[in-house]
């Protein structure tokens, strides 16, 4: 891939020995990040708390782009509570909180900054179960404030790969691009920056998966704080199935709507984190 041009962040997976490197990954989401700035902006939920972007599909996108922005005190999340859930352990933790995750497994550990990761998506009948597979890359900034440490997910293709292949469960595969940052501000509170794009896979047209992506990625942020809370100084004790499978050769879009050529009218499932939802047919 042409240094000249960059990484453009889109929901066209990449192969698994095709993966940038961490340092164009990590680049390319800052520079998004920094555009969801001239973004349009949307309405604000939460009581006001969690303020929501979007841009429409360009050129080289797959899907339009969504973004959300929230401050938080140290009551809600210190940095390090934010980052030890946001930036590591990243697909177990949200399978903690999102309960449609019913299973997450881990691929290939590129590093320790950067690994593979397949998540199981289960939603009651009609709706098919959906498998997302990304490739999730994390930076911390250690210098004080912390600012801009970013946690970047872009959808993996394994398909060419019988072993990997095969540790991916059985449902209609979904691609999301997502790119959060963590930023403490001069006043002592953090500001939490996400931005998405994603398609769900199967029928349903892409504008209906579009129509209520703004308001599920914002619910994201009171489900994770929520469970945040509720878990303050417990050890996490794994509730659903987790696997660590690592080869011998060394991740809320996520929700769902009925199988159905028709357009439904369905309440949306909620995901969070990067990979925040959307829609699925």
Do not use: C
């Amino acid at each position: 891939m042409s240094q000249s041009v960059g990484l453009h962040l889109s929901i066209t997976p990449v192969k698994i020995a095709d993966i940038p490197s961490k340092e164009e990954i990590i680049k390319a989401g800052k520079q998004l990040l920094e555009s969801t700035t001239s973004w349009k902006q949307g309405k604000a939920y939460q009581h006001g708390k969690v303020k929501t972007f979007s841009r429409a599909k360009g050129p080289k996108d797959g899907a339009g782009w969504y973004a959300r922005v929230s401050e938080h005190s140290k009551d809600d999340a210190t940095f390090e509570e934010f980052w030890s859930k946001l930036g590591e352990n990243k697909a177990e933790n949200e399978m903690q909180y999102i309960p449609e995750i019913k299973k997450v497994t881990l691929i290939k550990r590129i590093s320790p900054t950067q690994s593979v990761w397949t998540l199981y998506y289960h939603f009651p009948p009609p709706v098919s179960p959906r498998v997302f597979t990304v490739v999730q890359t994390t930076w911390l900034n250690t210098e004080s404030p912390r600012a801009g440490s970013i946690i970047v997910s872009i959808p993996v293709d394994v398909s060419d790969n019988a072993e990997y292949a095969k540790m991916e469960e059985k449902g209609v595969k979904g691609r999301y691009v997502s790119v959060e940052r963590l930023q403490e501000l001069s006043d002592g509170k953090v500001e939490w920056r996400m931005a998405t794009s994603s398609t769900p896979g199967g029928k349903i047209p892409q504008f209906v998966a579009e129509s209520s992506m703004a308001s599920t990625i914002s619910k994201d942020v009171t489900h994770f704080l929520g469970w945040l809370h509720a878990n303050r100084g417990k050890e996490q004790a794994p509730t659903k199935a987790a696997e660590e499978t690592v080869p011998a050769t060394t991740a809320e879009v996520h929700a769902s709507v009925p199988e159905t050529s028709a357009v439904p009218n369905v309440e949306t499932a909620e995901a969070s984190g990067p990979g925040a939802a959307g829609t699925v047919a």
